[in-house]
């Protein structure tokens, strides 16, 4: 795997490419709207130069008033399947179960926009399937009930809006359980089926995986930028399994990498706002 900005370029023409998946492009926490349109109708072009069979990507793609026309403006630019998730960004100014009906209806009627919650297994070659949910932080690392963080989630998505810090805990505890049910439910069969899985999900589901500025975040941080009970199930799962798992996550816009057993590993992403990047080049086997 290799890290690589994007350059600008020629557009690819909006038809995907067929056939069998080689390399994936990984980017996470984009931000476009912290940019506009026709700096992301550039970032678009140069995907289409970098030689890659699908573009991956990890949460936070706009906010809730936007999202579908910047999801719009990669389908039209990007020459390739586009698989995502949702992050917390995408649901600023909204509410949760709204945003995703939206989006749902939306990758109903494109051919090249998958929500990856919805697709359930998606075969990049025979040995290699990708998958992945939204995820959410569920507040169970680090000290949340002593937690001084106020996240801009609890005042821009309606469904954290307004609530006392127990009522608050409660909401995040289900958001992260809804992301674990889903995994435990789509995860047997992938570990059956193929021999590496390639997992996407926008929170960090360790403590490990939860970077900030090369260092592991503190007990205020952790409840706010962690998801422990999507983390418990990928142990939980992989431990025995002949399997390889990566996990490709953002949320915390910095780097870092981790392995949690021999067949895990975890890699966070970077992001700046204002400079959205390509993570690394995927190569699949």
Known sequence: MRSQRL????????????????KVAWTTDPHFDFIGFEKCREFCMGINNLGVDALVISGDIGEATNIESYLRLIADNVCLPIYFVLGNHDIYGGSI?????RISRLCAGSDKLIWLPQSELVQLSPE?????????????NGNFM????????YRLISELRELGTAERQYRLHALGDEAAEYFTRVLPKAIIEYKNLVLITHVPPFREACWHEGKISNDQYLPHFSCQAVGNVLRNMMLGSDAQMTVLCGHTHSRGEVRILPNLVVKTGQAVYGSPAVNEIIFVT
């Open 97 to 101: 179960a709204e945003v995703r009906n």
């Open 128 to 140: 290699t399937c990708l998958l992945g949910h939204d995820g959410w932080a569920d507040g169970r």
């Open 7 to 22: 350059g600008n370029g020629d557009r690819g023409g909006v038809e995907p490419r067929k056939g069998l998946v080689r």
């Open 146 to 153: 002593g937690s001084r963080i106020f996240l801009n989630d």
